[in-house]
């Protein structure tokens, strides 16, 4: 699980993202305002503020797994740039994106 917090002109920003799930979700001030699946190494979350500004919330994944990047943006300027370093050897990540790849290859299978 990768969690990422950040305040934002008083607002608290909130974001998780599960690698065995896929699920991620953001929060806004504890209200969630953005909910999806993704397994790609990259994602991107939209969401306004109760002033009425409009924020983008980026996840980047580091091929290698060994870190992920979360870029807040405001107003289309870059405000903050997270950082979140996987204690995952890259074994165990090449086991997790070969275990995906059979769900994903199982869940094609049968749509």
């Not at 990422?4 to 974001?15: G, L, P, Q, R, S």
């Not at 870059?78 to 070969?98: N, P």
């Amino acid at each position: 699980m990768v969690k990422f917090n950040y305040d934002i002109a008083h607002h608290k920003v909130e974001f998780s993202a599960s690698e065995w799930t896929g699920l991620e979700s953001l929060s806004v001030n504890g209200k969630t305002v953005s909910r999806k699946f993704n397994f790609a190494p990259q994602t991107e979350h939209t969401f306004e503020l109760s002033n009425g500004d409009n924020c983008k919330l980026q996840l980047l994944i580091d091929m290698t797994g060994s870190h992920t990047i979360c870029r807040i943006y405001r107003r289309d300027e870059l405000i903050t740039s997270l950082k979140h370093l996987s204690r995952k050897s890259g074994v165990q990540l090449g086991g997790y994106f070969a275990l995906l790849l059979i769900a994903s290859s199982l869940l094609l299978a049968y749509v």
